[in-house]
């Protein structure tokens, strides 16, 4: 007996009616592996959103630590501009204090220089003073020698003197253009050079001696100068 179309008609009509038939007609034409596949899609999906919802949870917990470490970067960016604001303070103060301490040092050289230089029998012309030509000369002092030849004492002056500030000190001494400077502020010359520490690096007289500077300290006069310069 041949089989029709009005025959296959009425199988999927009956198959539609008979779910029982249907899922027994699919058995018997798709391998148990594709049978599956429903099954295992379904715990593929369920698989695949758990772990969507455990990376969401996960995101969740990342977002909150970002949260956490941006709200302590803020207070470190505080804590940065409160010492800051600190330290700048301290800047201006410690300015302040190398302003007093220099001029202490500039006193400090007067009176001993004075001392020291009436002691070799100079003159000492008025009050000392500093001038400023491209670089601060801190006492200028007009003295008259015991031999009667007016000169000028351009001096120095360090709380802490170190063998560095002698030798730039002398560098500058021996500058044209520094004495063509002093001249023009009205101090010709010659000069006798002095350089003045409260307290002095050990090597600073031995390179004072070799430069021809005279030094000082709150003790006297260390080192003599060498003749006076034009």
């Not at 004075?114 to 003295?143: I, R």
């Not at 500058?172 to 000069?191: C, S």
Request: proline share 4%; net charge negative.
């Amino acid at each position: 007996m041949a089989f029709t179309v009005e025959d296959f008609e009425d199988l999927i009509k009956l198959l539609r009616e008979r779910p029982e038939w249907r899922q027994r007609l699919l058995e018997v034409l798709l391998t148990e592996e594709f049978l599956k596949l429903p099954v295992q899609f379904q715990a593929f999906r369920e698989e695949v959103l758990e772990r969507f919802d455990r990376m969401e949870s996960q995101l969740g917990a990342v977002e909150s630590r970002l949260d956490a470490v941006e709200n302590r970067l803020d207070r470190v960016e505080s804590r940065l501009e409160a010492l800051e604001t600190q330290v700048r303070a301290v800047e201006t103060r410690l300015g302040r204090l190398e302003n007093v301490i220099g001029l202490d040092a500039e006193n400090a050289a007067a009176d001993a220089l004075g001392y020291v230089l009436e002691l070799k029998g100079f003159k000492l012309a008025g009050e000392p003073g500093f001038v400023h030509t491209d670089g601060e000369v801190d006492l200028v002092w007009d003295v008259e020698s015991p031999a009667g030849e007016r000169l000028w004492v351009v001096a120095e002056a360090k709380d802490r003197l170190r063998t560095e500030d002698v030798y730039r000190f002398a560098q500058r001494l021996r500058d044209p253009g520094f004495k063509e400077r002093l001249r023009a502020a009205g101090i010709p010359g010659p000069y006798l050079p002095y350089i003045f520490g409260i307290v002095k690096e050990f090597r600073a007289e031995r390179r004072a001696a070799e430069l021809g500077l005279g030094l000082i300290t709150a003790r006297g006069e260390a080192v003599a100068p060498a003749a006076p310069e034009s």
